[in-house]
């Protein structure tokens, strides 16, 4: 690297509330469900447990669940997780929400439209170039590297190209940090 950026910016990707899921209603078609405010369900059959997340169609409001636990013996559970289950904490409900091995398992993918969004510091970038930023990911919202850098900076797409080094494909959609470097403007 011949040139070393002197200013380093975070970037901060977070959620502003809970993803939708693009789940198929059984009844009316539609293909979005919802979380609501988050609510588990836990049924003990002795010393087992089953846990699920109940989730409601955004159409026609059928609830259906996601399983979470299946017949899982109940010594085998965190007590503090346990009770989470049983009070519904929103930092379980999103947790589980967003663990990857739900989605899979639920044969569902996360709906990230509007449920994030992008916090950068206010700073003067017009004399102090080349300037490195660093994403960071509070949550795996997926992004498109060129679109998140051509909003954050204000940029055209083909700005983007021209004046952004990084060492991940812009194109590809990513969610785990990254940084880049914005080169002077012509
Ligand atoms: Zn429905």
């Known amino acids: 690297m011949s040139s070393h950026p002197h200013i380093v910016l975070p970037w901060v990707v977070r959620r502003t509330r ?15 469900a919802t979380t609501g405010e988050g609510r588990f369900r836990v049924n003990a059959n002795g010393k087992l447990l089953d846990v699920w997340l109940l989730v409601r169609c955004v159409s026609c409001d059928r609830t259906s ?6 017949r899982a013996p109940v010594r085998s559970f965190d007590p503090a997780e346990l009770h989470g289950y049983r009070v519904n904490d929103p930092e379980l409900v999103a947790s589980t929400l967003l663990d990857p091995l739900l989605a899979r398992r639920g ?14 510091p206010s700073a003067r970038l017009d004399d102090a170039w080349p300037v490195r930023v660093e994403v960071v990911f509070d949550d795996p919202v997926p992004v498109r590297p ?11 797409r083909s700005e983007v190209v021209r004046r952004i080094k990084c060492d991940i494909p812009l194109h590809r959609s990513t969610r785990t940090g990254f940084t880049f470097t914005v080169m002077a403007g012509d």
């Open 107 to 120: 044969r569902f993918t996360l709906d990230w439209t509007g449920a994030w969004r992008l916090d950068t």
């Open 18 to 32: 809970l993803p939708l899921l693009s789940l198929r209603c059984v009844d009316c078609g539609s293909q979005s």
């Open 65 to 70: 669940k996601l399983t979470v636990h299946e």
């Open 146 to 156: 060129e679109r998140l850098i051509a909003h954050g900076l204000g940029l055209s």
